[in-house]
């Protein structure tokens, strides 16, 4: 597995399931990774196999969502030749391939029931039997599975084998969403930018401006440390100038006024009725929602959210304050008014 990304983090709860991955890395055991999207499962099963015993033999992975049902019980334990129409010659499958070493499968929850079932009787007994072949074959295999899905609910429901579920949990890593990650979103995002300037051979490095920071740090991040790092590189690269800080990020790469809308009879009736944003109307992906639980004075909340717009539209214009005007459809003089109102001209001058 290579994988070029690196543990970048100082959140407590990001530590503790960095440092239950070492300690179980020695255990001869199965393990469990679970976690969302972008999370980082991978990263963890790379680290429970580096600083095991079995460092030096292989690691391989398979994505069990990625094959169709038909083929992954030969993907996982090979084939004879002649065993089903297309085996033209034999084939060694995953766990031959990671004898004495590590075999990581990913989207474990997606595995068939036949697939789950050969999958226990490796584990228990440390066999497995080519589709096709009548002799078992003798294999030493360290199994990390990942999953995003509820195991215990699925077990429950029946759609997962409880016994399977019991043999690979001997121990079970939970790796935190980013958004709780306290702290970790600016280290990841200057660690991300930094990364992303030396590639484009910038000069220095000269930050992100500080109401991008604020957005970065309000955003849910459904997509966690994967998303994050898309949205940062990207930002450094649109704006392509190391001597100001990056005054905007763009959050949703299809955003755009021109984007395809779905034909009709896929859209949702929901969607069909939702009001559309006026025209030259900011992203609202990229401007905070304001916290309406915690406005005491409606002023200053107005105040706040309008400033905020402001800023996200001119770091996107590059501080053109004509091109700003005419994107939030005021005039200019009413722009240069806002300017002076929330004092932005000062940050443009600190910027500069």
Same mark, same amino acid.
């Given at each position: 597995m290579k994988n070029e990304s690196q543990f970048i983090g100082?959140?407590?709860? =990001?530590l503790d399931a960095v440092e239950r991955a070492s300690r179980a890395a020695s255990m001869n055991r199965p393990v469990l990774v679970i976690g969302e999207r972008g999370t980082g499962k991978e990263l963890i099963a790379e680290r429970l196999h580096r600083l095991s015993s079995r460092?030096?033999?292989? @690691?391989?992975? !398979?994505?069990? &969502? &990625? @094959?169709? $049902?038909? @083929?992954?019980?030969? $993907? *996982?334990? %090979? #084939?004879?030749?002649?065993a089903f129409t297309g085996a033209t010659k034999a084939r060694t499958g995953r766990f031959e391939e990671a004898d004495r070493g590590t075999l990581f499968l990913d989207e474990?929850?997606?595995?068939?029931?036949? &697939?789950?079932?050969?999958?226990l009787r490796a584990v228990e007994y440390g066999e497995i039997t080519r589709i096709g072949a009548s002799r078992p074959i003798r294999v030493d295999v360290r199994i990390v599975a990942a999953t995003n899905d509820d195991l215990p609910a699925l077990a429950a429901s029946g759609e997962f084998r409880a016994d *399977?579920?019991? +043999?690979?949990? =001997? $121990?079970?890593?939970?790796l935190p969403p980013l958004r709780v +990650? $306290? %702290?970790?979103? %600016?280290?990841l995002a200057e660690y991300f930018g930094r990364r !992303?300037?030396?590639? @484009?051979?910038?000069? +220095?490095?000269? %930050?992100?401006?500080?109401?991008?920071?604020d957005a970065l740090e309000d955003h849910a991040w459904p997509g966690n440390v994967r998303e994050l790092r898309n949205v940062v590189e990207r930002a450094v690269y649109r704006w392509g100038d190391f001597e100001t800080p990056?005054? #905007?990020v763009q959050f949703d790469p299809f955003d755009s006024p021109w984007r395809p809308r779905p034909p009709e009879h896929r859209r949702s009736t929901s969607a069909a009725l939702s009001p559309k944003p006026a025209p030259g109307a900011p992203d609202a992906a990229l401007v905070p929602a304001?916290? =309406?639980?915690?406005v005491d004075d409606l002023r200053i909340a107005v105040d706040t959210h309008e400033r905020a717009i402001l800023q996200h539209a001119l770091g996107k214009h590059r501080w053109n304050q004509r091109q700003t005007a005419r994107a939030l459809g005021l005039t200019y003089d009413q722009l240069r008014h806002c300017i002076r109102k929330h004092g932005l001209m000062q940050e443009q001058d600190e910027s500069a």
């Open positions: 100082q959140s407590g709860a =990001f460092w030096d033999e292989p @690691l391989v992975t !398979m994505n069990c &969502a &990625a @094959l169709p $049902e038909t @083929l992954i019980e030969a $993907e *996982l334990f %090979g #084939h004879e030749a002649g474990l929850g997606t595995l068939s029931m036949g &697939a789950q079932e050969r999958l *399977l579920l019991d +043999r690979l949990s =001997f $121990e079970v890593i939970t +990650r $306290e %702290g970790d979103i %600016g280290v !992303m300037a030396a590639e @484009l051979d910038w000069d +220095r490095w000269p %930050g992100f401006a500080g109401h991008v920071m990056i005054a #905007h304001p916290n =309406f639980d915690a």
